[in-house]
């Protein structure tokens, strides 16, 4: 019987507007009302996402930053995995020589080594994924742009980083060049102490090789004695193939999850424009007598 429900968000829990539907929110309660666990695991860091969570009254576990934290339902750490100074000064020294923006993610703020200028086109790079528009006078007047502007400190270069002496969860790259990016993933990958995973084609998102979902899911949930069989995970993009590899319960992919976590999931549900993950938990609940 299941009596976790862990889920990615962005792509699987919200809608393409980044909101949870009031109807995935009631499934969500249901289920908690049932006794069953739920835990979102999400690569955005915990600022980022009790933005999304705030307003929806739900109660759950929280891994983050792509599996670097992990708070329990009372907010508190449990555990975090940060990149060593070493290790982020390793990227800084590789990733400088490439077009793009460096970002530095932290419990709560992100930080962009360069100018103004670079930082402010890295921001359009990552919130132009979001719009239609590819404009950037119109990107400048979004809401995402603003949030993002408050949430990021622009510091001059990797020593000013390191004498800030916060805990760095993840390196994020985002670049419209997804050539490049894919050798940026080959370089890196052949160092054994990270990991690097994607939420879109056009990102990257890097971490300490422990912090990743998957193992960082299974630890947790054993450590609150349930077993993996117990377990439902639910995502759709390439940072949640280390959970859908794994066995658990039953791994889902959305509908509009990315091919390689469709072939790797055990099951596949609607989209998340179609409310998917509301549409397996109230499946779910109708089998196990549930149901209101």
């Known amino acids: 019987m299941i009596k976790v ?40 860091n915990y600022v980022s996402a009790m933005e999304a969570l705030e307003k929806t009254g739900l109660v759950c576990d929280y891994i983050l930053s792509s599996g670097a934290e992990i708070r329990n339902p009372e907010k508190q750490v449990k555990m975090s995995i940060a990149l060593s100074f070493d290790e982020c000064e390793y990227l800084y020294n590789k990733l400088k020589k490439y077009p793009l923006g460096i970002m530095f993610c ?15 086109d890295g921001i359009l790079d990552y919130i132009k994924f979001f719009h239609d528009t590819k404009e950037k006078d119109e990107l400048r007047k979004t809401e995402l742009y603003r949030q993002m502007w408050v949430k990021t400190k622009v510091l001059p270069d990797y020593e000013a980083l390191r004498s800030n002496n916060v805990p760095i969860s993840k390196m994020f790259l985002v670049s419209d060049d997804v050539d490049m990016l894919q050798e940026i993933k080959a370089e890196l990958e052949e160092n054994g ?55 658990f319960g ?42 209101d």
């Open 106 to 120: 932290s419990e709560q703020l992100n930080y962009i080594l360069g100018t103004f200028e670079e930082a402010d």
């Open 250 to 291: 039953a791994t889902i992919a959305m509908e509009n999850a990315d091919e390689e976590i469709k072939k790797v999931a055990k099951y596949i549900t609607k989209s998340n424009e179609e409310d998917g993950v509301a549409y397996v938990i109230d499946e779910m609940l109708k089998m196990y007598g549930m149901m």
């Open 5 to 44: 429900i862990a889920s990615d968000m962005d792509g699987t829990l919200l809608n393409n507007n980044h909101v949870f539907s009031e109807k995935t929110i009631q499934s969500i309660k249901r289920a908690c009302k049932n006794g069953i666990r739920f835990m979102v695991v999400t690569g955005r």
């Open 193 to 247: 102490n990270l990991a690097v995973s994607s939420s879109f084609i056009n990102n990257l998102e890097v971490t300490d090789i422990k912090a990743q979902k998957g193992p960082i899911l299974k630890e947790y949930i054993e450590s609150l004695g349930y077993t993996m069989d117990e377990v439902m995970v639910l995502g759709d993009s390439l940072n949640d193939y280390s959970m859908m590899e794994m066995d």
